[in-house]
């Protein structure tokens, strides 16, 4: 299922942007100044970089290495994925096997977290390491392991925090015996360190929208039931990389965690005490999508692997998020249906713009501005087109597109920027705007020429349309 899945995934817009990050920087400085831009530790990063520069010294892997479809960032991620698997089932024995050998199979584990290359899975499999370190009595070893699982993701650094003191508070007695206070105070500067480098710089900017104090209950409610249950997408419609969800189904999602919690077959002060920070953090964000809400259900996991660890019995009602999340999963992979349809790519109109706009757009002396990246990026791979202008991120401006445009000076709009300031960014190119169907250039951009429109439809994916306009005159 895994291998299926991944063969036909496109790489969405933060899968290829963390590639590129990693791969393209010209320089070390240039590379953890990318990071910050892109607001994560550096540990995934370093890590697809180092894989990147090793297998580009060695013939048979360099030929292919930098292949459009981004298969080396998913065999890197899936090695994690595969190494995470093999740890719940073959190292955690005295966890009942119904819960470690469904965890792998859960929405957020196989979808979210594996198939859709990203950190989440490579944080989790450092986290396990540090939790079985742990179990065995090596307390150095399991926070070396859990300061790795710091350094991949913001989520990760609050929870190895929240675990860490928890370890503190158990060992107490063990800091003066085992000549624990050097560990304790190399992992604290560690975590501080990863803290300091995950400060954004001054210009960039957080869109935060906590709104009134009933929406903000009310989101809270949504946030941890969601996480949990995976309930939007087993009521929701699936649609891209986005859902529509029954709210008020889902906070019902709720009530069995509740119910753990009254039974006290579950770590109620520890699960509070761990998902304080990030579940704040995700109340105030503007848009939380499904794999920030999933972070819950992660703790989750781990707390009662950690009980399970250490003999107790886990509550069996738990098993109805499993559940609720392999049926999510099914459901997913059914939706998509890899072993029955083709790529995606084949049928989202990429093949038709790069066979007729490749050489174009591709070309050094063309620049491609995109209003709606995420639509655009499946064309993007099958182009192999890395360099993008993208109003609407302010980070792309910084290291992606251009290395020396300072985005401070260019918060406005592209198209409000004076002739002169377009020279300089743009370096005189030829400019390509990519739009929706409904979309045309606004007057003030300049005069344009619509040059490429699709002509077939796309299996109703009509948002996946474009018109491509190339510039041919300033602004009148």
Not at 90 to 117: A, H, I, K
Not at 256 to 279: E, G, N, S
Not at 291 to 320: D, H, S
Request: aromatic share 18%; proline share 6%.
């Amino acid at each position: 299922m895994y291998v299926l899945s991944w063969i036909h995934h496109v790489s969405w817009r933060d899968e290829m942007l963390t590639w590129l990050i990693a791969t393209r920087s010209e320089s070390l400085a240039e590379f953890f100044t990318a990071i910050q831009y892109d607001r994560h530790p550096p540990f995934y990063y370093m890590i697809l970089r180092g894989v990147y520069k090793t297998l580009s010294l060695l013939p048979p892997f360099s030929l292919l290495i930098d292949t459009p479809y981004f298969y080396i960032q998913r065999i890197i991620t899936g090695t994690f994925a595969l190494g995470t698997t093999f740890l719940l089932l073959f190292r955690f024995s005295r966890v009942p096997l119904w819960f470690r050998g469904s965890v792998p199979f859960t929405l957020l584990f196989f979808m979210e977290y594996s198939v859709l290359s990203r950190s989440y899975i490579v944080g989790i499999f450092f986290f396990l390491l540090y939790l079985l370190a742990k179990s065995s009595k090596r307390i150095e070893l399991s926070w070396i392991w859990l300061f790795f699982s710091a350094g991949i993701h913001l989520f990760f650094t609050s929870f190895a925090g929240c675990f860490f003191v928890c370890d503190l508070f158990n060992h107490r007695h063990q800091l003066k015996e085992r000549r624990l206070p050097f560990a304790v105070a190399a992992f604290c500067v560690g975590i501080l360190g990863l803290l300091i480098f995950q400060i954004p710089p001054r210009d960039t900017v957080f869109q935060s929208t906590p709104g009134e104090l009933g929406w903000s209950l009310h989101r809270a409610l949504v946030i941890i039931a969601q996480g949990m249950t995976g309930l939007d997408w087993f009521w929701g419609a699936f649609r891209w990389n986005m859902t529509i969800f029954n709210e008020k189904t889902a906070i019902l999602g709720i009530l069995p965690l509740i119910y753990m919690m009254i039974r006290k077959r579950f770590p109620t002060f520890k699960f509070l005490f761990v998902i304080a920070l990030p579940y704040g953090l995700l109340v105030s964000m503007g848009y939380v999508p499904f794999r920030y809400q999933g972070i819950i259900f992660v703790a989750t996991v781990f707390l009662l692997l950690e009980w399970g660890m250490a003999g107790r019995k886990l509550p069996k009602l738990f098993g109805i998020y499993l559940f609720l999340m392999i049926f999510g999963t099914l459901r997913w992979f059914l939706t998509w249906s890899p072993y029955l349809f083709p790529p995606r790519y084949d049928f989202s109109g990429a093949g038709e713009i790069a066979s007729k706009m490749g050489k174009e757009l591709t070309a050094e002396n063309s620049v491609v501005i995109v209003e709606d990246p995420e639509i655009f990026f499946p064309a993007m791979g099958r182009m192999n087109l890395e360099k993008v202008f993208v109003p609407a991120y302010d980070r792309f401006i910084k290291y992606q597109f251009h290395r020396k445009v300072d985005s401070t000076g260019h918060r406005k709009h592209w198209c409000e920027w004076p002739e002169e300031t377009l020279k300089e960014v743009f370096e005189d190119k030829t400019i390509y705007v990519v739009l929706m169907p409904h979309q045309v250039p606004p007057p003030n951009c300049g005069q344009f020429e619509l040059v490429f429109e699709h002509e077939r439809p796309i299996l109703g994916y009509e948002d996946e349309k474009h018109k491509i306009f190339k510039r041919i005159g300033p602004k009148i």
